[in-house]
């Protein structure tokens, strides 16, 4: 199926495509470059979101997402040379706090120490006690362009290295899925495939690759609550912005390992209503009113979240007289409604 490809330089559009050939062909004579060059960089660039840069230039192909979508999974299951790279990391947990800094923020600054780019996947391996690959996150930005980096030092343990890390390229990652097994342990990676140590970044092929990813089933940040909730009502449309805790997925997730997917309101459970369709599907509300939120705030996801259905959550965001409603009070409210729950 022809792929059709827009092609842009320094965020203007550039040409539109009918397919990746002709695509090629534009941009190697816009460049004045052979055609060989340009075919890997359009492929990587519209499956990954990778841009090309060319002397002071930055070039970027975008195809309709299905395509996209369609051809990313072709590349990865016949391990092509343009499908993304599989990189083993360690990370020192006395060091830093990566799963409060993840319960924090969506997305992370990386130390760049290889050259990672869009769509690459890290799978984290935490050393001291832990000796687990613990974490899969995925590469959005190969190399961050802007001084405005996802860095907080109050998840740094030890200071010096807070210091020497602020030096250097970093890299921005997404949190995709996070797990905990011993059949991750250093002792079974090396029985599939792991020669010594893991000191520093590898790339991971084979065996040992495809065993790791085995681990990693989820997506936690499809699977987190939209940044708005809308409202319906006498025809007017009104919307209500979520906050960032309630989409982080990690919180999300720590959340609902303790509460369960079930309202805590209404007591809706979407899966025993809708079946396998609704396993998982419930909101996540953050109790602590947003201008009660003090600088160095760091989100407790079993004490400051709770699971809410869509219409429980969307009660908690409206204010009556100016005031929003507790989740004990919406509870209290719908008893007198509905009888007990």
């Known amino acids: 199926m022809p792929a059709p490809i827009t092609i842009s330089k320094n965020n203007q559009l550039l040409y539109k495509a009918t397919n990746i050939q002709e695509a ?20 990587r660039g519209y499956v990954y979101n990778i841009p090309y840069h060319f002397e002071e230039d930055e070039y970027r192909f975008i195809a309709p997402p299905k395509i996209a979508a369609n ?27 990566l799963e409060r800094a993840f319960t924090h923020y969506e997305a992370l600054d990386w130390k760049r120490s290889f050259n ?10 935490v050393s001291g006690s832990v000796k687990k ?15 405005d980096t996802i860095y907080d030092q109050s998840f740094w343990v030890v200071q010096e290295k807070y210091d020497q890390s602020m030096g250097g ?28 140590n893991i000191q520093g970044s590898m790339k991971l092929t084979g065996e040992l690759r495809d065993y790791v990813m085995s681990f990693f089933h989820k997506d936690l940040s499809a699977e987190v609550y939209p940044d708005e909730v809308t409202e319906m009502w006498e025809g007017e449309r009104r919307t209500i912005t979520v906050n960032s805790y309630e989409r ?18 209404c007591k809706m459970n979407f899966e025993d209503t809708y079946g396998e369709v609704g396993r998982d599907f419930i909101h996540v509300h953050h109790l602590t009113p947003l201008h009660e939120i003090q600088k160095g705030y760091k989100v407790n996801p079993i004490e400051d979240l709770i699971p809410v ?14 005031v929003y409603l507790s989740v ?14």
């Open 71 to 97: 051809r990313r999974q072709e590349l990865e299951d016949r391990d092509h040379k343009n499908a993304r790279r599989i990189w083993l990391v360690p990370a020192n947990p006395n060091e830093y706090d």
């Open 328 to 341: 004990e009070e919406l509870r209290d409210r719908l008893k007198m409604k509905v009888g007990n729950l």
């Open 309 to 322: 259905c869509p219409n429980c959550h969307a009660m908690l965001h409206r204010k009556e007289d100016g």
């Open 169 to 196: 390229d970093k890299t921005r990652v997404r949190l995709v899925d996070v797990v905990d097994t011993d059949d991750l342990s250093l002792y079974q990676l090396r029985e599939h495939g792991l020669k010594g």
């Open 248 to 265: 982080n997925p990690l919180a999300r997730k720590q959340c609902l390992d303790h509460y369960g997917a079930e309202c805590q309101v």
């Open 24 to 43: 090629t062909g534009y941009l190697a004579e816009h460049l004045n470059i052979k055609k060989s060059k340009c075919y890997n960089p359009i492929e």
């Open 116 to 125: 990672y780019e869009n769509g690459d996947i890290l799978l984290l391996y």
């Open 133 to 147: 690959v613990r974490y899969k996150v995925e590469v959005i930005e190969g190399l961050v362009q802007t001084n």
